[in-house]
C-alpha cells in the first residue's frame, strides 16, 4: 500500500501545480484584457484553457486508475464473501453521491 500512498502524493502535486498555474500573474493578465475572438480565431486564453483542460482530464484519468488499482488490491485481501458486500457498499455509495450531485444540480 506503500506505493498507492506515493502515487497519490503524486497526483496532488500535479493538480496543485495545475491549480497554481491557474492563479499566474501571465494568466491573470491574460483575462483581464479580455479580448474578443474574431470568427472562430483562437484567442490566448483558449490554449491557456485547452491546455488547463488537458493537464485535469490526465490527472483525472490517473486518479480513477488508481482508485481502480486500489479497488483490485482491496478485493485480493478479502475473502469472496467479504469483497461482495465491499463492492455493494462502493456501488451503494457511488449511487448515493450521483443522487446528492443531481439533487444539488436541480436546487442550483
Do not use: C
Not at 497519490?8 to 479580448?35: D, F
Not at 490517473?62 to 475473502?79: F, G, P, Q, S, Y
Not at 449511487?95 to 442550483?108: F, K, M, N, P, T
Amino acid at each position: 500500500m506503500e506505493e498507492t500512498k506515493v502515487e497519490e502524493k503524486e497526483l496532488n502535486h500535479e493538480l496543485a501545480k495545475i491549480q497554481e498555474s491557474m492563479a499566474a500573474p501571465s494568466l491573470l493578465e491574460i483575462l483581464r484584457r479580455g479580448e474578443l475572438s474574431m470568427d472562430g480565431e483562437i484567442r490566448e486564453e483558449d490554449i491557456v484553457f485547452m491546455a488547463w483542460r488537458s493537464a485535469l482530464e490526465s490527472v483525472v484519468a490517473n486518479v480513477d486508475a488508481l482508485r481502480m488499482n486500489t479497488t483490485l488490491k482491496v478485493v485480493e485481501i478479502l475473502n469472496p464473501a467479504q469483497s461482495v458486500r465491499f463492492l455493494a457498499a462502493v456501488s451503494q455509495l457511488q449511487v448515493q453521491i450521483r443522487s446528492w450531485g443531481l439533487q444539488r444540480e436541480a436546487e442550483a
